[in-house]
Structures are given as C-alpha cells and as structure tokens.
C-alpha cells in the first residue's frame, strides 16, 4: 500500500536520506527508531508530501506522490512533530476547521467530529481554547486533527514526545485502538515504545535503513549474535593470538584501556547460536591468560538498538528482512 523506493534527500553537501526503501501493507503498523538526525521526520515529511523528495519515489496505493499529490495527501492524515494547532481556537472549532480543509461533507462533519473527539478523549474540552490546555491535550486534539477524514494512513512523528508518563501510556493506547483499522506509520527514538505497539521496527541511522522485522525477530536473530563478556590477565598480543586460533569468533569489540594495561575487558560475538566458552577457556588456558571475568550478554531490544546505530554490529544481507523482501 505505501511503497518507498530509493528515496534520498539531500540537503545540500548534506544526506538526510540515503537511498532509502520499504514497503508498507495495509493495516500493518510500523515503527521508525532512529536517534535524533537519523532521518525520520525527512522521510515522513517526504512521504506526506510536505518537501519534495531529491530522487526516488514514494507510492500510496500505486498513487506517486509527485503525480498525484492530491489524492496521496487525502489518503494520509499526519501529526508532524509540533502539532500544527492553532492556539486561539477552542477545540471544536478547530476540529471543523479541519474537516473544512480536508473537504469533510458538510452532512458528515457534525458525527465525525464528535466520534472523533469521544475517540481521543476530548470531548470534555470542546470549548476549551487549545492554548489552555495541557501537552496531552494538545496531542491528542493534533491527533484528532490527523484523523479527520478517516484516512487510510495515519503518520505520527514522535507522538508521545514531551508527554508525561500517564500521557504517554494514554496516547499509546490510542495508537493501538487506530492500528486495528487504520496503517499506522510512527517515529520514536524510544524502543519500548515501538515495541509496545509497532509490528514492525525499521531502525534508521544515517538516513540509511539498518535493519527491518518485527519486534520479537530482532530480540530472537541478536541472541543468535551472542556475546560473551571477558575480563583477561596477559598481554594483548598473546590474546589476540589465543583467539585467532578459535574457530567461530565473528567480532572482538576491546574495551578501552590503558597503555600497556595487564586487564583487558572485551566482548566477543559467535557466530550464530556457538557457544565457544570451552574453547575460549582452554585456548586462553594454554597461553597462560587468566580469564578473570566470564559472561554471557544475551541483548534486549535497547542493546541491538545501540549496536545497530553505532554500526558496530554489522547484519549481513541474508539477516536483514527488507533484502529477503526484494528477493
Ligand atoms: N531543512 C533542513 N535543512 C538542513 N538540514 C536539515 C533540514 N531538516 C533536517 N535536516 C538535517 O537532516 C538530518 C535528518 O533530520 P531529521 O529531522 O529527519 O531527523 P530525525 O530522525 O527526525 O531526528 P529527530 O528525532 O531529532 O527529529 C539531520 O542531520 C538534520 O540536521
């Protein structure tokens, strides 16, 4: 239904997108996690038709945005990061205000107004001003703003940003009820927040995508990348020859030291499920290098988040679902 391809954004010398494309079926809700400056809200707002794109193309429902921007924006409703509210408006007026902008029937306006407003909790401060009331609020009537109209695709950016922690688990349950007939794009720098409710996570770094699957995939495909944690007494070079002679070690990440320190902290990542404890213990045994310290790091969503973003994990193409998609 939405259909990213390559899509790249420049801003001058500077790539805020880098050849960027995904796929989004209808119903499903997706979550992109990046930190700040990966991209997202670039590509949200490429997607929205908000800024242009500098090359590629974005589809919605086989509509290109370029060609057709008037029928893609009608079926997009979008809460940008600072919901675009007009202060001085009491709720309900805005809300009308909307749904003459959206070009909502005039028959249909009265009902969905107040669906909508029952929907994200409003009702209670129709009459209020918007600039009176609370952040959560405010969210929540930018909410009802994006969903004015019932479009298909509903895009948030960071919709849960600033709010307090009430707030945040209020929003998110709204999200949730919008998922069950809506498809939902949201952007969050937060994993729990994506995992709560996306059922897909894309983590964006660089404008680039890192990796795509769902939520319990990438907690289940990262323990296959096992860590193990050691603390070794000996010299550096004679453990870095203990473990070249270990079959199945894919990656070495040394903890900074002192010059010339006798410890050294490292983590080791297996290739797959291996579990190379033994081997390490008598290869480190025969070198006569203590092994001072020994665990095995399994990784939440929060430690693949870090990895993948500080690209000191690197998934190969076959461990990445949006090149199994292409095949
Ligand atoms: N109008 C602009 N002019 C120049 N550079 C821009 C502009 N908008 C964004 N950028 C740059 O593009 C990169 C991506 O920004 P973007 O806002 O898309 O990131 P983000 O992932 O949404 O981050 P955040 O979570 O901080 O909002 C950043 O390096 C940003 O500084």
């Known amino acids: 239904m ?3 391809d390559n899509l790249v954004k420049k801003y001058g010398s500077h790539v805020a997108v880098d050849h960027l494309s ?30 242009p794109a500098t090359e590629g193309s974005v589809k919605v429902n086989g509509h290109d945005i370029n060609e057709n921007p008037k029928k893609v924006k009608r079926s997009i409703g979008y809460l940008p990061e600072i919901p675009p509210l007009y202060p001085d408006m009491k709720v309900k007026e805005y809300l009308k205000f909307v749904a003459d902008i959206k070009k909502v029937e ?9 669906d909508i407003m029952s929907l994200t909790g409003i009702k209670d401060m129709e009459q209020r001003l918007i600039k009176n009331l609370s952040k959560g609020y405010k969210q929540r009537v930018g909410l009802a703003g994006a969903i004015m109209g019932y479009p298909e695709v509903i895009i948030l950016d960071e919709p849960t940003v600033g709010l307090d922690p009430v707030q945040i688990i209020e929003i998110r349950d709204l999200i949730k009820d919008l998922a069950k007939t809506h498809t939902v794009i949201l952007s969050s720098h937060i994993l729990s927040e994506v995992s709560a409710v996306c059922d897909k996570v894309m983590i964006i770094n660089k404008g680039k995508l890192i990796v795509s699957d769902t939520p319990d995939n990438l907690v289940e495909r990262m323990q296959n ?6 603390t070794i007494k000996g010299e550096r070079e004679v453990v870095e020859k ?28 297996t290739k797959e499920t291996e579990d190379l404890r033994e081997n390490i213990f008598y290869k480190l045994a025969k070198y006569q290098c203590p092994i001072m310290e020994l665990s095995m790091m399994t990784m939440s969503l929060e430690d693949i988040f870090l990895e993948v973003t500080k690209e000191k994990i690197e998934l190969t193409p076959e461990e990445c679902s949006l090149e199994k998609e292409e095949e």
Do not use: C
């Not at 990348?225 to 050691?230: A, D, E, K, N, S």
């Open 2 to 4: 939405i259909e990213v």
């Open 22 to 51: 995904f796929t989004v079926e209808k119903g499903e809700v997706i979550g992109f996690l990046g930190p700040n400056g990966a991209g997202k809200s670039t590509t949200m707002n490429i997607i929205t038709g908000y800024i």
């Open 106 to 114: 005039k028959a249909k306006q009265a009902k969905m107004m107040e």
């Open 225 to 230: 990348q096992r860590g193990i944690h050691l």
């Open 242 to 269: 203990a473990f070249s002679e270990i079959e199945g070690i894919k990656d070495i990440k040394w903890e900074e030291e002192p010059e010339e320190s006798e410890m050294h902290s490292l983590t080791i990542y």
